[in-house]
């Protein structure tokens, strides 16, 4: 048993053709952080807030850029401000649809 040949672990074939997905990233602003503590970094405040995540704390810094699950979290704790999706364009006038 102290000599014998350890087993390997068997690889993880992945498919190129399903390449995993990229996670939706947000970028946390200085003005859209409603809570957090201000705090003085070189010339420039910048704000943090902790998040609890999954048993982890997740500690934010204005300016980071968060993964989806971190952001749903700050919003449902009231430290962001949630950002609105982005207005249909206007249709152009005189154009009828239907």
Same mark, same amino acid.
């Given at each position: 048993?102290?000599?014998?040949?350890?087993?390997?672990?068997? #690889?993880? #074939?992945? #498919?190129?053709?399903?390449? /995993?997905?990229?996670? *939706?990233?947000?970028?946390?602003?200085? +003005?859209?952080?409603?809570?957090?503590?201000?705090?003085?970094?070189?010339?420039?405040?910048?704000?943090?807030?902790?998040?609890? $995540?999954?048993?982890?704390?997740? $500690?934010?810094?204005?300016? +980071?850029?968060? *993964?989806?699950?971190?952001? +749903?979290? $700050?919003?449902?704790?009231? /430290?962001? /401000?949630?950002?609105?999706?982005? +207005?249909?364009?206007? *249709?152009?006038?005189?154009?009828?649809?239907?």
């Amino acid at each position: 048993m102290l000599f014998r040949k350890r087993r390997r672990p068997p #690889h993880i #074939h992945t #498919h190129p053709s399903h390449p /995993a997905p990229a996670p *939706e990233l947000y970028y946390i602003d200085y +003005d859209m952080m409603i809570k957090g503590a201000k705090i003085k970094r070189g010339r420039r405040m910048v704000r943090q807030y902790a998040v609890i $995540l999954d048993g982890s704390v997740r $500690l934010v810094t204005s300016g +980071d850029t968060v *993964e989806r699950t971190v952001y +749903d979290a $700050l919003v449902a704790a009231g /430290a962001v /401000a949630p950002r609105t999706p982005p +207005d249909p364009a206007p *249709e152009a006038p005189g154009k009828k649809t239907g």
